[in-house]
């Protein structure tokens, strides 16, 4: 089995389905993906979620941190502090920077050719449009341990200890 067909198949099991777009591992955990990269254009479609949470764990605790409010929490918190909104727009702007630099010519190309560049021109972190929304904490957080960002930050004290410890991001 290739390593390709062996990160498919661990990143299948951790999020339930086989993964589309995948273009490799960002973030690890030992052998086992935590954030994985996914192409801009999926099954024809565009897909602005550059960084995509595989981590059960990881999952689990944002989803219930999500349930318990913690999006309404933080955003309070965004809304309330002009500096904290104003580094989340230069968060997503960093991002769609990072985002066009990943991309191969022949994606760059597809994109540029496709009805969709205005998409990727004008949405951030996990593809969100308002600059000052969190919206989702999982493409905060997939995004974050790729490259810092405030949300990410706000959001790691809410972790259980240890969380992320031996994470390493991939040097491709």
Known sequence: MSLQTNIEAIVAQQIGRSPQGLQGVAVWRG???????????VRKQPFPTTFWLTDPEL???LDRLEAGGAIATLQSQVDADPAIAARMARDHRAHQA??????????????????????????????IEADDRIRCLHTWMASHLVVRNVIGEMTEPLLPEGLLDDLTKATD
């Open 59 to 61: 999952n689990l605790v």
């Open 98 to 127: 990072l985002r066009q630099r990943l991309w191969t010519s022949t994606q760059a190309q597809e994109v540029a050719n496709s009805a969709f560049a205005n998409v990727f021109e004008s949405r951030g972190i996990g593809g």
């Open 31 to 41: 052998d086992r993906p935590v954030v994985i990269r996914v192409a801009p254009i």
